[in-house]
């Protein structure tokens, strides 16, 4: 309950104008009922509809036509999925005795071609009155080959509430040891039926094998498992693609082309395609209004196709550009002869992902469009965190799609801006032309008793 708070704290009906100053809305259906967050992958309508270069002008309402609190994020950012988890092996060690002085820890490792470990022996030069200490385990870590971000660590429920700090050391050979991570805590706590527990071990640097040890002598949790969290999958690169015509212009004697980019797509990728074999360099240029200044975007890059046996081409790989662009206005230059023929621009992008926290009654519906409105801020990113923190790493917000046809609000009426109209400024003027009528009365009504006797 105090989780959700954070965003009891922003009032929902504060967060964006009213339903009616958006052109077009779609009806939500949830993947899954009472999930409290959810995320919808935006399709090429809502591209189209928006008209804010940061999307602000998308949002999400419930039912009663309250602004939820909502975020438009990346399909590659972590926060829009959950990061993977292996499981990894793992051996105890005994423990050294830092009240005594000490000691250091001996080990024999059987390994096989990969490096990973097949079996360990253990041992401690230290006096055998030495006080020894539980809780030390060697990690293999030999078998991964992405960076290792954290460990997860399992154990048994203990009977007692239990909390230690720990230190996590890294060594490539098991001789040299370097420290990853200085101190963390790790506890399992339990009251009134409620637990608490905290397993995972950032690390600040990579390593074939990883040792645990705590930071003081005490007991030591009875561990059943070690597990590797590794970043999100990269985002699967499911490009869509806008095919625009363009308009031939001349210029410095080269051929160019321009082209109007029907929505704020978030563009990532360039091609050009001409009929029939055909081999081009082109430069990509962008800009956001009729009347700026052209930037640069891509190339240049020599974009080809070649016929191959009937029906089938060979094409060169589209270009990629150095950043996400949503500009509405684009430019391609030729440096060699094109021809009479017109290219074709096909722009690639990646859909992103709306993630809203429900509040209020369903259903609910995304909105897109509006030169009048815009969507507030929300903590969302922090929520997601902070979720994750609570139901584990491998949660993510439950899915809700897109209805398939668009319902109709204020229409191409809340694409133009709205007209204010400067009422403190009339009323001024009317007070001041107002005031000068007096005046001349006054001076009229002076004139005519002068003229009397």
């Known amino acids: 309950m105090a989780l959700w708070s954070l965003l009891a704290l922003v009032p929902a009906t504060a967060l964006a104008a009213p339903r009616e100053d958006y052109a077009r809305q779609w009806p939500l259906t949830l993947g899954q009922a009472d999930?409290?967050?959810?995320?919808?992958?935006?399709?090429?309508?809502?591209?189209?509809?928006?008209?804010?270069?940061?999307?602000?002008?998308?949002?999400?309402?419930n039912a009663a036509g309250q602004a939820l609190p909502a975020a438009v994020l990346s399909p590659a950012q972590p926060l829009a999925q959950a990061p993977r988890v292996l499981a990894l092996p793992w051996f105890p060690l005994p423990a050294n005795a830092p009240a005594a002085g000490?000691?250091?820890?001996?080990?024999?490792?059987?390994?096989?071609?990969?490096g990973s470990i097949l079996r360990i022996e253990a041992g401690m030069d230290a006096p055998a009155a030495a006080a020894q200490a539980g809780g030390q385990w060697l990690v293999d870590a030999s078998r991964l080959r992405e960076p290792l971000r954290a460990l997860r660590l399992d154990w048994e429920a203990p009977a007692q509430p239990w909390q230690a700090g720990y230190r996590v050391e890294g060594s490539d050979d098991l001789r040299d040891w370097r420290t990853l991570n200085p101190g963390t805590t790790l506890l399992d706590l339990q009251r009134d039926g409620e637990r608490l527990r905290q397993g995972r071990i950032e690390l600040d640097?990579?390593?074939?094998?990883?040792?645990?040890?705590?930071?003081?002598?005490?007991?030591?949790?009875?561990?059943?498992?070690?597990?590797?969290?590794?970043?999100?999958?990269?985002?699967?690169?499911?490009?869509?693609?806008?095919?625009?015509?363009?308009?031939?212009?001349?210029?410095a004697g080269r051929d160019g082309f321009e082209f109007v980019l029907p929505g704020r797509f978030p563009v990532a990728r360039a091609d050009v395609v001409l009929p029939g074999n055909s081999a081009v360099e082109w430069?990509?240029?962008?800009?956001?209004?009729?009347?700026?200044?052209?930037?640069?975007?891509?190339?240049?890059?020599?974009?080809?196709?070649?016929?191959?046996?009937?029906?089938?081409?060979?094409?060169?790989?589209?270009?990629?550009?150095?950043?996400?662009?949503?500009?509405?206005?684009?430019?391609?230059?030729?440096?060699?002869?094109?021809?009479?023929?017109?290219?074709?621009?096909?722009?690639?992008?990646?859909?992103?992902?709306?993630?809203?926290?429900?509040?209020?009654?369903?259903?609910?519906?995304?909105?897109?469009?509006?030169?009048?409105?815009?969507?507030?801020?929300?903590?969302?990113?922090?929520?997601?965190?902070?979720?994750?923190?609570?139901?584990?790493?491998?949660?993510?917000?439950?899915?809700?799609?897109?209805?398939?046809?668009?319902?109709?609000?204020?229409?191409?009426a809340a694409l133009a801006p709205r007209r204010e109209h400067?009422?403190?400024?009339?009323?001024?003027?009317?007070?001041?032309?107002?005031?000068?009528?007096?005046?001349?009365?006054?001076?009229?009504?002076?004139?005519?008793?002068?003229?009397?006797?």
């Open 35 to 61: 999930a409290g967050a959810y995320r919808v992958v935006l399709d090429e309508a809502v591209y189209r509809q928006a008209g804010d270069h940061a999307l602000a002008d998308v949002e999400v309402f």
């Open 102 to 114: 000490g000691a250091d820890i001996r080990l024999i490792a059987e390994r096989n071609a990969d």
């Open 205 to 251: 640097g990579q390593a074939r094998y990883l040792r645990l040890q705590p930071l003081r002598p005490g007991p030591g949790p009875q561990l059943t498992a070690v597990s590797a969290e590794l970043a999100p999958p990269p985002a699967q690169a499911q490009w869509q693609w806008l095919e625009i015509q363009g308009q031939r212009r001349r210029d």
């Open 283 to 412: 430069t990509l240029h962008s800009r956001e209004d009729a009347d700026a200044a052209w930037t640069w975007r891509a190339g240049p890059w020599m974009a080809w196709q070649v016929e191959a046996g009937g029906d089938a081409r060979n094409r060169s790989e589209p270009a990629a550009l150095a950043s996400v662009v949503r500009d509405r206005h684009w430019r391609l230059s030729a440096s060699t002869p094109v021809g009479d023929a017109a290219p074709v621009l096909r722009l690639g992008y990646r859909p992103e992902v709306a993630v809203f926290l429900a509040q209020g009654a369903p259903p609910y519906a995304l909105a897109a469009g509006s030169a009048r409105a815009g969507r507030g801020q929300a903590p969302i990113p922090a929520l997601l965190e902070a979720l994750r923190r609570q139901r584990g790493a491998d949660w993510q917000p439950a899915p809700a799609y897109l209805a398939d046809a668009p319902q109709e609000l204020a229409g191409d």
């Open 422 to 453: 400067d009422w403190k400024g009339w009323l001024l003027w009317s007070l001041l032309v107002g005031g000068a009528l007096v005046v001349a009365l006054l001076g009229l009504s002076l004139l005519r008793q002068r003229g009397e006797p």
